[in-house]
Nanobody, 133 residues
Framework: QVQVVESGGGLVQAGGSLRLSCVVS????????MGWFRQAPGKERERVSC??????????WYLDSVKGRFTISRDNAKNTLYLQMNSLKPEDTAIYYC????????????????????????WGQGTQVTVSS
């Protein structure tokens, strides 16, 4: 049974940093498509960053508004996906969800998975990020 568990959320002032972690059990994270999404109150779930591996290694995709501030990465030894979030803004406030797929495809980009959420089979329960102004 696959489980996806996020952690690392919290309350931070604007300009601060947080690192979200997503621990996966029952599935090896190395080389599989994974992503981070977020949902603010009253809004639809939004893609934030996704990653997939091709012959050149892990290829990330980022939402324009987080480029240069957020970094997605994974530690295969710890079976964990991370999202380092710097220079946080109040508009980053949301519940952040981690997603994973057990279907490898080296021909698809991280962006493909971010634009096709249905490709992700497993989702976590989310972790709250609140950025105060």
């Amino acid at each position: 049974q696959v489980q996806v568990v996020e952690s690392g959320g919290g309350l931070v002032q604007a300009g601060g940093s947080l690192r979200l972690s997503c621990v996966v059990s029952g599935l090896t994270v190395g080389g599989i498509p994974m992503g981070w999404f977020r949902q603010a109150p009253g809004k639809e779930r939004e893609r934030v960053s996704c990653i997939n591996r091709n012959q050149n290694g892990d290829i990330p995709w980022y939402l324009d508004s987080v480029k240069g501030r957020f970094t997605i990465s994974r530690d295969n030894a710890k079976n964990t996906l991370y999202l380092q979030m710097n220079s946080l803004k109040p508009e980053d406030t949301a519940i952040y969800y981690c997603a994973a797929s057990d279907k490898r495809n080296a021909y698809l980009s991280g962006g493909y998975y971010c634009y096709n959420q249905q490709a992700f089979t497993y989702w976590g329960q989310g972790t709250q990020v609140t950025v105060s102004s």
